[in-house]
C-alpha cells in the first residue's frame, strides 16, 4: 500500500516569511497528488491536485506544489504567509495503484505569527 | 448548498452503545469513505464504497460497519462503541468515475465514549 510522508508537525512563521511543506510518497508509478488545507474548526478543503502535466501545480490563495517524480516528493510552497493560512496541511495520495480511496499523511500544523 | 451532511455533530457516548453516525451527499457523487481524524495521526480510512451497493475495508476497519443502500447516505455503525473510538469522525464523497477524485469532507462528527 502506498504511504506517504510529511516531515514537519508543527512549523511556526512570522507574516511574510516563505513557507514550504515537505511531502514524500512511496509508490513510484503515476500518481495523482494532493494537498488539502483544515482551517481551525473547519472541514478538510481542497488546496490543490496534481494529475499529470506540469509538475508545478498552483492552487488557491497563492499555494503551489511541485512535483518531483525523481525524489518522490510533492512539497507545497508560498512566498509570503498570512496570518490567515494558519491552518493543518494534509498531503495525500491513492492508497495504491489504481485505487480511489486516498492515504493522508498525519499533518502539519502550520501557525502565523502576526 | 450542495455538499455532505453529517450528523450528530457531537455526541457523547457510554461504552458498549451502539452508535449510528449518518452522512448524506446531494452531488450524486458514485463514491464515499469514512475517515477518522486523531491528533498526530492524521486521518485514517475505516470504510469506503466505490459505488451503491458495494462496500470495502480501509485502515482502520476493526470496530466498524457501513452499508451503501443507495447513492446518497452512507452511515458507520459502532456495534458496541470502546474508547479507543473516541475521535472526529469526517465523512467524504468524490466522483471517481470522471477520474478528478476529488474528496469533498462533512464537517465532521466528534465522538466522544467513555
Known amino acids: 500500500a502506498q504511504s506517504v510522508s510529511q516531515h514537519n508537525h508543527h512549523v511556526i512563521l512570522s507574516e511574510a516569511a516563505s513557507l514550504e511543506l515537505g511531502c514524500n510518497y512511496s509508490y513510484g508509478g503515476t500518481v495523482n497528488l494532493f494537498w488539502y488545507v483544515q482551517y481551525p474548526g473547519q472541514h478538510l478543503q481542497l488546496l490543490l491536485k496534481?494529475?499529470?502535466?506540469?509538475?508545478l501545480v498552483k492552487g488557491i490563495k497563492g499555494f503551489e506544489a511541485e512535483f518531483i517524480k525523481s525524489k518522490f516528493s510533492f512539497n507545497l510552497r508560498k512566498p509570503s504567509v498570512q496570518w490567515s493560512d494558519t491552518a493543518e496541511y494534509f498531503c495525500?495520495?491513492?492508497?495504491?495503484?489504481?485505487?480511489?480511496?486516498?492515504?493522508f499523511g498525519k499533518g502539519t500544523k502550520l501557525s502565523v505569527i502576526p | 448548498i450542495a455538499g455532505i451532511t453529517q450528523a450528530p455533530t457531537s455526541q457523547i457516548l457510554a461504552a458498549g452503545r451502539r452508535m449510528t453516525l449518518r452522512c448524506t451527499q446531494d452531488m450524486r457523487h458514485n463514491a464515499m469513505y469514512w475517515y477518522r481524524q486523531d491528533l498526530g495521526l492524521g486521518l485514517r480510512l475505516i470504510h469506503y464504497s466505490n459505488t451503491a451497493g458495494t462496500t470495502g475495508k480501509g485502515e482502520v476497519p476493526d470496530g466498524y460497519s457501513v452499508s451503501r443502500a443507495n447513492t446518497d447516505d452512507f452511515p458507520l455503525t459502532l456495534a458496541s462503541a470502546v474508547p479507543s473510538q473516541t475521535s472526529v469522525y469526517f465523512c467524504?464523497?468524490?466522483?471517481?468515475?470522471?477520474?478528478?477524485?476529488?474528496?469533498?469532507f462533512g464537517a465532521g462528527s466528534r465522538l466522544t465514549v467513555l
Open positions: 467524504a464523497s468524490s466522483d471517481s468515475i470522471s477520474g478528478a477524485n476529488v474528496l469533498t
Open positions: 495525500a495520495v491513492p492508497r495504491g495503484a489504481g485505487s480511489y480511496q486516498l492515504t
Open positions: 496534481y494529475f499529470s502535466g506540469d509538475p
